[in-house]
């Protein structure tokens, strides 16, 4: 929370603080004898984190499989494809996603398989130190 310079209803100086409120710090103004509270700051997130949740959710990873891997609640990640009315192609979908997290040296080992080349839609995308690689196989 942020300590206030001034009275939000006189703009005097002159603040002392007054005890607590509903466990936050309570204020009051000398000029004016206003009693007032600072808000809450909320959580800021790194847009780098949004960015990618949204991308990992049009990729077709669930909300709970985006939580697990970036770290933001499921319920954060499906405000923001509200919030950006970012719709999933679903229509005759027959893929789903396979997807894994590797560090540099696993992800040189995982491609020099030649097993993992081919027959499969595959993406590379990275996440802070390490990569994700998803591939989608047919559902059967």
Not at 21 to 31: E, M, P, V
Not at 80 to 92: A, M
Request: with cysteine; proline share 3%.
């Amino acid at each position: 929370m942020k300590t206030p310079d001034q009275c939000p209803r006189c703009r005097h100086t002159g603040i002392v603080k007054a005890g607590l409120a509903q466990g936050r710090q309570r204020y009051k103004c000398k000029s004016c004898n206003y009693h007032f509270t600072v808000n809450k700051l909320g959580k800021e997130i790194d847009p780098y984190y949004t960015t990618k949740s949204l991308q990992l959710y049009l990729e077709g990873l669930s909300y709970r499989e985006i939580e697990r891997i970036i770290g933001v609640s499921h319920v954060t990640i499906s405000k923001w494809v509200r919030q950006h009315g970012i719709k999933r192609y679903l229509q005759g979908f027959n893929y789903r996603p396979d997807y894994r997290i590797l560090s540099a040296n696993e992800l040189a080992d995982y491609f020099g398989n030649a097993d993992n080349l081919g027959g499969k839609g595959t993406l590379i995308t990275e996440i802070g130190d390490k990569f994700m690689v998803i591939r989608w196989d047919r559902f059967r």
